[in-house]
């Protein structure tokens, strides 16, 4: 919904509202959507302030506001009425790109009597206010206007008060679309510097295994949600890519890392992927902290993983479980990587996997699994001790 106070210069409208007030004899105030009070009351008159004052009486004004303005919003247009304490109200609705966004509740004044019986009361409610003594003489100094008079002022002020905002908004619109440019292009040229930058990593050896065009992509809705979302999602979107970018350009001068930190960024993939696509795609992962600082070929685990959720992906599965498990084999480290669904061939498989990392006897080997789908085996040589392993 939108926000009246953005649209419209209040100090302006409160302006306006008081030589209408002064003007006409009517009391005024304007109200959000909600029926809060976005300006001060307009020659609120005494009889209605003690009115209101009385806790027996307070909550008939309250209903009659709300109701008021709910019939002028439904008419879409202004809605004169009979209070509960019998004054004559009139809503004028606020009315912007079909919406309401709120109203001008004025009034306070009696019928003429030859008018009588031209109006309805906005509630059954009917409060028994002549039995305060100075209620009643507050009453008898309410003026009293026909009924013509008090249409044309409502209508008078719908048409000026839905021009102010028309304006106000098209004025509120342009600027907020002004801002909304300058944050594009800032966007795109950080986008396009660090487009040019991983474009140059991906050329070298050790970033074989990046996909420039996925990060692009997620850095293009990155920065549209930026801009149209203010939500903690986008500010969390942001922080998980920054930590994947972090993760790339800081492994370009070794072909090992730590497992701990693959597995980290395995964790910020899957999460953008889930924000990205709205999928459920889950990565269970039970590997011993004492094995996480063990070190691997950089990105062979992400490999892997975006081979299956791609899969996913295109089979709009949207959903499914990736498990990695990682243990001590004789004089080996294995990990695991299962799911159902994946698949791979020998040329895949070759090009995951370059066997001179650790020689022939511990290249990358895959078997089907019962259920489904397919497991991927990684091997790696152990020195002994603690996690300790030769690079």
């Known amino acids: 919904m939108m926000n009246v106070q953005e649209m419209i210069d209040i100090d302006f409208l409160q302006k306006v509202q008081d030589t ?121 100094n309410i003026p009293s206007k026909s009924y013509e008079k008090i249409y044309a002022a409502a209508e008078m002020m719908f048409y000026v008060i839905n021009n102010m905002f028309e304006k106000d ?81 800081t492994t370009n001068e070794s072909r090992f890392v730590p497992l701990g930190a693959e597995m980290d960024y395995i964790e910020q993939y899957v999460k953008l992927q889930n924000v990205r696509f709205k999928a459920e795609l889950y990565v269970l992962m039970d590997i011993p902290e004492e094995y996480q600082s063990i070190f691997i070929p950089s990105f062979i685990l992400y490999s892997i993983i975006n081979q299956a959720i791609q899969h996913k992906i295109e089979s709009k599965m949207g959903h499914g479980k990736i498990v990695i498990k990682g243990y001590v084999y004789g004089d080996d480290f294995i990990i695991e990587v299962s799911d159902y669904g994946m698949s791979f061939s020998k040329e895949q498989l070759a090009d995951l996997y370059d066997v001179s990392h650790y020689g022939r006897n511990y290249t990358l080997t895959a078997h089907p699994n019962l259920e489904g789908g397919t497991t991927v085996k990684i091997r790696i040589p152990n020195d002994g001790v603690e996690g300790s392993y030769r690079v």
């Open 20 to 140: 209408f007030a002064k003007a006409t004899g009517f009391a005024a105030v304007t109200v959000d959507f909600r029926g809060n009070p976005i300006t001060k009351y307009s020659n609120f008159s005494p009889f209605c302030s003690l009115v209101r004052q009385d806790p027996r009486f307070v909550d008939s004004c309250l209903k009659c506001d709300a109701y008021g303005g709910l019939e002028a919003a439904r008419r879409e247009k202004p809605h004169v009425y009979h209070c509960h304490a019998g004054l004559v109200d009139f809503a004028v609705p606020i009315i912007v790109k079909g919406k309401l966004v709120g109203s001008m509740l004025a009034g306070q004044v009696t019928l003429h009597e030859l008018d009588n019986g031209k109006l309805s009361s906005i509630t059954n409610d009917r409060s028994s206010w002549e039995e305060n003594e100075e209620i009643a003489r507050e009453y008898a």
């Open 169 to 249: 908004m098209r004025h509120y619109v342009k600027e907020e679309w002004n801002e909304k440019k300058h944050q594009m292009i800032d966007q795109l040229k950080v986008q396009a510097n660090l487009e040019q930058e991983l474009t140059e990593k991906h050329n070298q050896p050790s970033h074989s295994f990046i996909d420039p065009h996925f990060l692009f992509t997620a850095m293009n809705t990155l920065s549209c949600l930026a801009i149209i979302e203010k939500a903690p999602q986008t500010q969390d979107t942001i922080l998980t890519l920054t930590a994947m970018m972090n993760y790339m350009l």
